[in-house]
């Protein structure tokens, strides 16, 4: 099959798959046998990369691999096509995230210990059922605490290939002034949330609810 060809069915596979593509995914698109090397996948995802240079959209490599998207300076009128915005998490959901993210693996006694306040169990199931934040273990102490990390989705919303990738802990003091940690979900509903409460909490709510 020609190269022209190869970049042909991957960008077909990033415009259809709805997720990141890594390039062993790609390679399985093809027969057994037939597979193209990994190399040629990497140069297609590259040349395809380069088309989009000047459009819209862009082919952005994350954690899980590859995948077509809306340039991040053109945010503000694409998200005018949902009519409803969900509300953001609050400050409290926030903090908790950086804190498992910078300072992983960690528990939730320790990020409590980190924040100065209880983290309400709500918070934790949110994270979880979000899918960025999972269980790697347990400490080896009274009570076996749960050790808490970040996932490969929790690098893909958040447009990073890895961890090194995150800001600086300075660039995030002011979490209100950073688009990159801003959570609302376009085309979301908040499943597992009971009817008719608002899957947002507010600091208010956890301090009333952090002896969860």
């Known amino acids: 099959m020609a190269e022209t060809d190869l970049k042909h069915v991957v960008e077909a596979a990033l415009l259809a ?33 380069m088309d989009y240079r000047d459009r819209g959209i862009e082919v952005k490599e994350v954690a899980s691999g590859f995948r077509i998207q809306v340039r991040e300076n053109l945010a503000p009128w694409v998200s005018r096509l949902w009519e409803e915005r969900p509300p953001k998490y609050s400050r409290a959901l926030l903090e908790t995230l950086a804190i498992i993210a910078y300072r992983q693996p960690i528990t939730r006694g320790e990020i409590e210990e980190v924040r100065g306040v209880s983290v309400s169990s709500q918070i934790m199931r949110t994270l979880q059922e979000r899918g960025w934040v999972r269980v790697i273990g347990h400490r080896d102490v009274p009570g076996r605490p749960a050790i808490l990390a970040t996932t490969r989705q929790f690098l893909d919303y958040f447009n990073l290939k890895s961890l090194d990738q995150l800001p600086s802990l300075m660039a995030v003091r002011n979490l209100d002034e950073h688009p990159e940690l801003d959570l609302r979900f376009p085309e979301e509903d908040t499943a597992g949330t009971p009817e008719g409460e608002d899957a947002t909490l507010t600091d208010a709510d956890e301090q009333t609810r952090g002896d969860d």
Request: hydrophobic share 40%.
């Open 17 to 49: 798959a709805g997720e990141p593509l890594s390039v062993e995914r790609i390679r399985n698109l093809y027969p057994e046998g037939a597979e193209p090397e990994k190399q040629a996948v990497r140069a297609a995802v590259e040349e395809l990369a």
